[in-house]
């Protein structure tokens, strides 16, 4: 057994292990996800920041294909996707829906998806329709067939119910609405409102290809519940048999917890997939390990490789849901205590905010924390989950209002929160907004199966604990410190490995192989040099950058949002080499530009340690923040100690040190990692050449590092 598949099988067993506990304490606890996957060597539009366009959708197409092959007897269905400011129609969406219990259920025409079919005469779409009618009839229900104008002209309305079926000039203009997915979705959302009256609307016509008539399109109503809508596949299935191939589009099923529904969708620079929820771990892994597999055959990456080796994740985030087999049934309704006691856990460990996260964090970013808005709101925080503890017969709305207004972005956006609480019980919401369900947003893409499942894991074992025992009774204020202190890799490390510790203390303790698969941060970048005895540690630390050009709120009618993303930050860890006594760490200075760096003293599992931090300006933006200040790259750093007779110059680069260009993105990560190794040049030099080292200014200095925009020149 190589070491990869040992790894694989220890890393089975913890999961077998802890899942059964989780269930004990909290039975119920469902999780789904939302990865995304880019073409990663593409660098058209729609896979760099573009929703749609291009070859998105196609590709789409394809991996449906491949997902439906694995799953035989599942329906693939065109759903009506979401639409976003400034965006005319609703996006495209492609779906699987399949019965949980194994059992088919859908044998009928296959949608083409990227395959051709064969030619389809208007006569069979005229039989189609009418066998479709005997069977609706055959069954009790009433309806009504007529012919309209437009892409779909022809129509039957139906009603599931015995109350007549009224068919007058005023019915047959309502029935004789544009299909929905050429219609823009309404302010207040997706509505059905004739399914609401209880009229039933399909609409039938041509879908033509490049070589005239090749299948038939049938758009769908939004169905009541699971069961009508099987009911209405059962006349289905055997009304299309003769077809050699139907696409059936319209509103989103219903679900619950008899079936599974994943989506495909257009979002910038990626294909989204919201996953289908499982009811345990391994289960959830097993489908991310499909979806990793199909999504690689395609070409698909969870990851993108930039021309100076640097590693992103896909570029669409990988959020997490929790929630329960029904709405109703949602642990975070059951338990009214659980999402104020995840609410303080969660802003007390800011590592389960940043340590996972994008690039792009702070107060205006995909998931902002509750102590990044406004200070007055998070002092009202404190108090609303106070009021929430004194409460005993409260309801699932109480709840929701109670917090809602704190897990916003500054311009109060819902759904850009690190805690989503849009789809717990939120009236306000049509269709999606009382589900039970909280959102962690704060995740970047997962590299693999794996990881996505051990975050997984790490989420249902923290609400497992938190179930039963209130941890962090007091909601914690970081202040400045958040930013400051948890900007740096360090002490988010330690703060990952408190929560480990709580969980092991709860019996929950996630196994070594979990630990370590969530402690990997591969794609942040980091340089180790030796010298002298002395080991330096360079890592790349996170950064709050701005946003600008406008206020949030306005800025969400674009496609886009400006950012100052000219700032960077970099840690900087001194401790001793292997076998060097750490008496002699006290010595080891880093200096920039004569000036002695602030380094504080810590220890870690290793021993002791010297830590501080740069921030700088890596290059001039085109709209950004304080434009008087000017970049200060490469970065040159002296690593020196007075007894020593020669020091170490360091130059970080953000490119090729030459400043030559690439020929081309990195082949694979292999290179990748090349070309970052390539960017830390040094140089050995005479101690004595250099002038005394002098203390940096007080303005540019606080108590984790130094910021060198206010003295770069």
Known sequence: MSSADLSSAIFQQELSALDPQIEAILPGLWIGAEPTFTLRNSEQPEWLSEALGGDKEVLAQRLMRHLLERHPGALVLRTLGRQYPGEPLPRWSLGLYSSRDGKPLWQGPPDPLDNDLSPLSPERLLAFMDHLLHGLVMRGWQTHPFKCQGSLPHRLVFRFDDKPLMHGAEEIERWSRESRHEQPIPPAGLEDELAARGEYLLALGPHTGH?????????????????????????????AKYLPGLIIQGFPPPVDESVAWTTLTPDPAVIEINQAPYPDSRQFHKASQELHTVCESVGLSPYRLQYNGVESDSGGGGQLTLGGRTPNLSPFLTHRHLLPRLIRYWVAH??????????????TSQSPRPDEGLRTLFHELRLALHLLEQEKDSDSEFLWRSLAPFLTDPSGNAHRSDLNIEKLWNPYLPGRGCLGLVEFRAFRMPGSAQRSTALGLLLRALVAMLARQDVTPNLHDWGDTLHRRFALPFYLKQDLLQVFGDLQLAGLGLGPALQDCLLQDPARIRWQVDFEGCRLEIVRAL????????????????GSRWVDASTARWQLLLRM?????????????????????PLRDETDAQGMLRLGSVRLREFEPWIGLHPGVKPCMPLSLMLRHPQKRQALRLQIHGWQPEGLPYPGLPGDRKEAEQRRLERLTRETVAADTLQPPMAPPPLSIDDYGIDLRWICE
């Not at 590592?351 to 107060?363: H, I, K, Q, R």
């Open 577 to 597: 080499a292997p076998h060097t006594p750490d008496a002699e760490l006290a010595g080891w200075q880093i200096e920039w530009n004569g000036l002695t760096l």
């Open 211 to 239: 070589e005239g008539v090749d299948c038939a399109i049938l758009e769908l109503p939004d169905f009541p519940d699971v069961r009508a809508f099987r009911r209405f596949l059962e006349v289905l299935e055997p009304a």
């Open 350 to 363: 800011p590592a389960l905010s940043y340590w996972f996260a994008p690039d792009y964090l702070g107060g």
């Open 543 to 558: 950064e709050f950058w701005p946003l600008v050009g406008g206020d949030a709120e306005g800025q969400e009618q674009g």
